[in-house]
């Protein structure tokens, strides 16, 4: 049976970045290393504040209530708007049910073969349903594009289908789309992440993953450099110019670009952290870098946020704490949570300044 990999919406409880630490970019052999402080963190207003996806107009997100229970997943725009996403039961990047959505429509039910799945656009608030065919489950949504799954008699995820749908939620075309010679979908958690042209897809080996035009059904193999056969110890950011590939507990992530995905990689250092496993996201030409704190581990202020330049060079700190999760922004930059500089636990919108150095923006 797959090992499963929950991302948990927790930090580290006492563990901040030291004050003035320079990270450093090692040979390809070794990884770098953020060093922790063992100050306490009593001065952040912490509040747990879980990141499930982004899109142009907004972002999902659960946060605690003032009496540290569980609050209500939350649409929030960009321009302050929020809205109660009621029936919504999304799951956090390495969870079972996750998919690597990325825009401002959400699946708000269930979705089974031949039963209807119902959108929702947060930025109008619109709702679309859309009866699946017989035979496919629902992986994904991007806007008005659905990718389903269609299964063998051994449940092996065979086929996908890209689906596309009007706004009245009649299915205008449907694209079966097959697996490279010699592997199958990995149907746990099929799709690593995308926008509404692209998504970047799960195989059965680890190996490789499959860059899919959700216009034509398409496949570009992009190579992993996996170190086992787990593909679900992989990770991956997409953005509208570059694809970062990342294989848990790897020193390096690879970087291709987009408009040539098969293309040469560039191989760049992710900053270690402790006993926390790294988590990768990009905006211009950086990668980004939080930290997946142990199992077990309470809730809290935690790892770093980092940028590292693609080009080689050492990692900057963004936020000196922050939430494990990074929503990458359909058009552009990405969406973190994490300590601001009066000690508040705020969403932040990532993106790049004039000199192309990583900015970050409370929201």
């Known amino acids: 049976m797959p090992k499963r990999h929950l991302l948990l919406p927790t930090a580290l409880a006492v563990l901040t970045l030291a004050a003035g630490t320079v990270v450093t970019i090692a040979p390809e052999a070794r990884a770098a290393r953020v060093s922790a402080s063992s100050q306490t963190t009593d001065a952040v207003q912490y509040v747990q504040d879980s990141l499930y996806t982004a899109g142009n107009a907004g972002y999902v997100h659960r946060r605690a209530n003032t009496d540290g229970s569980a609050g209500p997943s939350t649409w929030r725009g960009y321009d302050g708007s929020e809205r109660t996403l009621d029936g919504y039961s999304g799951?956090?990047?390495?969870?079972?049910?996750?998919?690597?959505?990325?825009?401002?429509?959400?699946?708000?039910?269930?979705?089974?073969?031949?039963?209807?799945?119902?959108?929702?656009?947060?930025?109008?608030?619109?709702?679309?349903d859309v009866t699946v065919p017989d035979g496919q489950y629902?992986?994904?949504?991007?806007?008005?594009?659905?990718?389903?799954?269609?299964?063998?008699?051994?449940w092996q995820a065979v086929r996908?289908?890209?689906?596309?749908?009007?706004?009245?939620?009649?299915?205008?075309?449907?694209?079966?789309?097959?697996?490279?010679?010699?592997?199958?979908?990995?149907k746990q958690?099929?799709?690593?992440?995308?926008d509404g042209t692209s998504a970047l897809i799960r195989f059965r080996h680890a190996t490789t993953i499959g860059l899919l035009d959700l216009a034509?059904?398409?496949?570009?193999?992009i190579s992993t450099h996996?170190?086992?056969?787990?593909?679900?110890?992989?990770?991956?950011?997409?953005?509208?110019?570059?694809?970062?590939?990342?294989?848990?507990?790897?020193?390096?992530?690879?970087?291709?670009?987009?408009?040539?995905?098969?293309?040469?990689?560039?191989?760049?250092?992710?900053?270690q952290y402790g006993t926390s496993t790294a988590f990768v996201g990009l905006v211009g030409d950086w990668l980004l870098t939080s930290y997946r704190p142990p199992y077990?581990?309470?809730?809290?202020?935690?790892?770093?946020?980092?940028?590292?330049?693609?080009?080689?060079?050492?990692?900057?700190?963004?936020?000196?704490?922050?939430?494990?999760?990074?929503?990458?922004?359909?058009?552009?930059?990405?969406?973190?949570?994490?300590?601001?500089?009066?000690?508040?636990?705020?969403?932040?919108?990532?993106?790049?300044?004039?000199?192309?150095?990583?900015?970050?923006?409370?929201?």
């Open 91 to 128: 799951a956090l990047p390495g969870q079972y049910g996750y998919y690597g959505s990325g825009s401002d429509t959400v699946l708000t039910s269930q979705q089974y073969a031949g039963s209807q799945a119902r959108l929702q656009n947060q930025a109008t608030g619109a709702t679309t």
């Open 216 to 221: 034509t059904g398409a496949f570009t193999t």
């Open 226 to 271: 996996a170190t086992d056969d787990d593909p679900l110890y992989l990770q991956a950011a997409l953005s509208p110019t570059h694809i970062a590939v990342y294989h848990e507990g790897a020193s390096q992530a690879r970087v291709v670009r987009r408009d040539d995905a098969a293309g040469a990689q560039t191989a760049v250092t992710v900053p």
């Open 189 to 194: 958690q099929t799709v690593l992440a995308g």
């Open 296 to 363: 077990g581990t309470a809730p809290g202020p935690g790892g770093p946020l980092l940028a590292t330049p693609l080009a080689g060079g050492a990692a900057q700190t963004l936020l000196p704490a922050a939430e494990p999760q990074i929503a990458q922004i359909p058009a552009g930059g990405a969406i973190a949570v994490g300590e601001t500089k009066d000690g508040a636990w705020t969403a932040h919108r990532i993106t790049t300044s004039p000199s192309g150095k990583p900015w970050v923006q409370g929201l």
């Open 138 to 154: 629902v992986a994904a949504a991007f806007d008005s594009t659905l990718i389903t799954q269609e299964y063998n008699d051994v």
């Open 160 to 186: 996908l289908h890209i689906l596309h749908v009007s706004d009245a939620g009649a299915i205008t075309s449907d694209i079966a789309v097959d697996p490279p010679e010699g592997q199958f979908f990995e």
